[in-house]
């Protein structure tokens, strides 16, 4: 099963609209859910706006939260989306193999299996997240929080019966067209997610789309570029990918 959680506050600027992008994960197969950290005024309206309309095109779920309470809610999502999906399988397959249109249909008893069931493959069922971490101007007071929450998450995942795997990124990157960077390869140890953003320079940009693209290549191809074969770090040293394949 897969995610992209992203975490910004909104009001995206350059390239590819975040809301196609999403989609466009969605017909991939992974879920995108939003965790939106914005401000106060009309900048923030319009940022919540977007993030509203870039989960519901992914499949995902959006909320806008304080830094405090970032880290619950990014658990909350995740398990949250997990949950949907699988109920939106066994739901289909209650339709294929009964004729029942939903789990809900089912006579009381029938349905407290196929819950105990459920519950158990939400547990279990392997899970990768791939958070996406907008890492603009505007979001320079929050990375702080955003960090803290990030590791919040990996012990949380660790807490489940089955393999949990996350990776990060931020955008935008350092060089010009360098839509996303990664800052973390696939990693089930909390212990490897410190200091993440130290050596970020802010920039005004927020190329959200762009940034979702390059985290559905990555799923794809294990790279953040369809075209290209990773080969090793960058000298700025902005991210570490690994060579592991989905």
Known sequence: MKQILLITDGCSNVGTSPVLAAAHAFQEGITVNVAGVVDYGTIGE?????????????????????TGQLAQTMQMMTRKTVVQTIQQAVNKELKQILG?????????SQRSQVVQV?????????????????ASASMKPKLGA??????????????????????VFHFPGRRSGEDAVMDSDWTRDAGTLRSLFQRLQMKGATPTGPAIMRVIDFFRYGTLDEHQTWRGNTDEGDGILGDYVV
Do not use: F, N, W, Y
Not at 59 to 65: E, L, M, R, Y
Not at 100 to 108: K, N, V
Not at 118 to 129: A, R, Y
């Open 146 to 167: 955003v960090e803290d929450a990030i590791r919040d998450l990996m012990l949380s995942l660790q807490a489940r019966e089955g393999v949990s795997e996350l990776a």
């Open 100 to 108: 029942q249109p939903a789990l809900e249909d089912l006579p009381p």
């Open 118 to 134: 459920v519950d158990e493959m939400t547990e279990t069922t392997p899970l990768q997240v791939a958070l996406l971490i907008d």
């Open 46 to 66: 319009l940022g919540s706006l977007e993030i509203a309309e870039i989960a519901k095109a992914g499949g995902g779920v959006s909320q806008v939260v304080g």
